[in-house]
């Protein structure tokens, strides 16, 4: 299957703090959080980790973990392709937990 991860660029933000995105250990995005991003992998049905850190330096960052459950027990055996959109809380100033996911036929 094709997993699409993907966050919008913010529009509310003056500064641009750096943004990297991991999955399962994988680095996926090193940028400015400003510029959002998209990418998309090839991946096996499984359970995944995104983890993102904002901040100067991954060891010196807030941190967020979102798991992804892209099992064959959840309907994704046969699903071509998964969109996870990552969302930003102004609240928390960071990550939400859990990441909206919708499938593509």
Known sequence: MRLRVSFDRPGFFL????LVVRLD????????????????????????VIETFIGPR????????IELPLTAEGGYR???AVEARLRYSRLTGNFEK????????
Not at 58 to 65: G, S
């Open 98 to 105: 859990r990441a909206s996911l919708s499938t593509k036929a």
């Open 58 to 65: 991954p060891d010196f960052a807030r941190t967020q973990r």
């Open 15 to 18: 500064n641009a703090p750096r």
């Open 25 to 48: 250990g994988r680095t996926l995005f090193d940028g400015s959080f400003k510029e959002g991003f998209d990418v998309s992998l090839d991946v096996q049905p499984g359970r995944y």
């Open 78 to 80: 046969d699903v071509p």
